[in-house]
């Protein structure tokens, strides 16, 4: 059982907008802006998508947007495309080990 | 640019001990925190073991007391050895650097390797 509970799967269609939650406790999400996002495709590598909450590293399209708000983090990507298809997990930091803590991930499927 | 390389991955035996190791270039695992995060098929990620800049290490919970994580001389190589193989531990073994000074995140990744373990 997952530290961080996300929904497991959520979908949409091309050019449309879909969020992503990622819920914790007072421990993690809701008391550090230590939250990240990562993207992962079959077979591949995960990719930093997001982190402290919701800055974006060089490279990442700003489609994907960050937010957090109490214990839930959120992952918006906006204008869906095929190529998104992907896992996607989040990260927070957590107090009671003094390191991160994963969500169990979120399969996009881009209908 | 960043490249980690991993290696070392197979099938052993429960029981039996296996070594992965990471190149880095680009980066020092020396002046780095470095990790390593495992994905049992089909499942989700599980950070395993972290090492600090200054050789303070964490290990999860399903791993302490199997797995080592250390580092060798050069400014490059990271290593996981890991003893006491149980079925469970199957999965691929990613080498990651975490963003740990001031942040949490792991921001390079190698392309993961693939431990098996069955008789």
């Known amino acids: 059982q997952s530290a961080l509970t996300q929904p497991a799967s959520v979908s949409g269609s091309p050019e449309q907008s879909i969020t992503i939650s990622c819920t914790g406790t007072t421990s993690d999400i809701a008391n550090y802006n230590y939250v990240s996002w990562y993207q992962q495709h079959p077979g591949k590598a995960p990719k930093l998508m997001i982190y402290?909450?919701?800055k974006r590293p060089s490279g990442v399209s700003n489609r994907f947007f960050g937010s957090k708000s109490g214990n839930t983090a959120s992952l918006m990507i906006s204008g869906l495309q095929a190529e998104d298809e992907a896992d996607y997990y989040c990260t927070s930091y957590a107090s009671t080990t003094g390191l991160v803590v994963f969500g169990g991930g979120t399969k996009l499927t881009v209908l | 640019d960043v490249q980690l390389v991993e290696s070392g991955g197979g099938l052993v035996q429960p029981g039996g001990s296996l070594r992965l190791s990471c190149v880095a270039s680009g980066l020092s695992v020396r002046s780095n925190y470095m990790s390593w995060v495992r994905q049992a098929p089909g499942k989700g990620l599980e950070w395993v073991s972290i090492?600090?800049?200054?050789?303070?290490?964490y290990y999860a919970d399903s791993v302490k007391g199997r797995f080592i994580i250390s580092r060798d001389n050069s400014k490059t190589l990271l290593n996981l050895q890991m003893n006491s193989l149980r079925p469970e531990d199957t999965a691929v073994y990613y080498c990651?650097?975490?963003?740990?000074?001031?942040?949490?995140?792991?921001?390079?990744w190698g392309q993961g390797t693939l431990v098996t373990v069955s008789s």
């Open positions: 090492i600090y800049g200054d050789g303070t290490t």
């Open positions: 402290e909450v919701y």
């Open positions: 990651a650097r975490y963003y740990g000074a001031g942040s949490y995140f792991f921001d390079y």
